[in-house]
């Protein structure tokens, strides 16, 4: 078991090693969160008419840093978010009562919030062009690809 858990250790510090100078390898999952929340107040209050929310670009929203897609790029669920995601995820297994279901949990709720169809009917009313929306949209297929590589990874 301590074999396994240094092993573990060493990969991640590998793919930490491999991840240099690529933007948004020192994403971490908690922050990322914090802004989503910060983004979801935002939202809100231009529902409700306190505040006027135009998008346009994907920058505007706060989507984690997709894993790059060249051929030496580091593995999807290990870069930055995903990969502190996987981490996050494969601690919640261990250490709580029920941490396999908590962790399909979290999955789902990811999948549910970054869902490209679901991403696009959202703020379809604050993009400020369709373009924009696209750009948005295929921001968020990004990111469901890299969650579904760490769903693969954990094997859930």
């Known amino acids: 078991k301590q074999k396994k858990r240094r092993k573990e250790t060493n990969d991640m510090l590998s793919e ?5 100078g690529y933007p948004g390898c020192e994403e ?3 922050p990322i969160e914090e802004e989503w929340a910060r983004f979801e107040s935002l939202v809100m209050k231009h529902r409700m008419g306190d505040l006027q929310l135009r998008l346009r670009t994907s920058d505007d929203v706060p989507f984690p840093t997709p894993p790059p897609y060249e051929k030496n790029a580091p593995k999807p669920e290990s870069f930055g978010y995903f990969g502190d995601l996987r981490a996050t ?3 919640m297994r261990r250490v709580e009562t029920n941490g396999e279901r908590q962790a ?3 999955l789902r709720t990811l999948y549910l919030r970054f869902h490209p169809d679901k991403i696009r009917a959202r703020l379809r009313p604050f993009a400020h062009s369709d373009a ?3 750009q948005i949209t295929e921001h968020a297929k990004a990111v469901t690809q890299a969650l ?4 693969t ?3 859930l």
């Open 16 to 20: 930490a090693m491999q991840q240099e």
């Open 28 to 30: 971490k999952f908690l």
């Open 89 to 91: 995820l494969i601690r």
């Open 104 to 106: 399909k949990r979290v």
């Open 132 to 134: 924009a929306l696209d």
């Open 148 to 151: 579904t590589a760490v769903k």
């Open 153 to 155: 990874f954990l094997k």
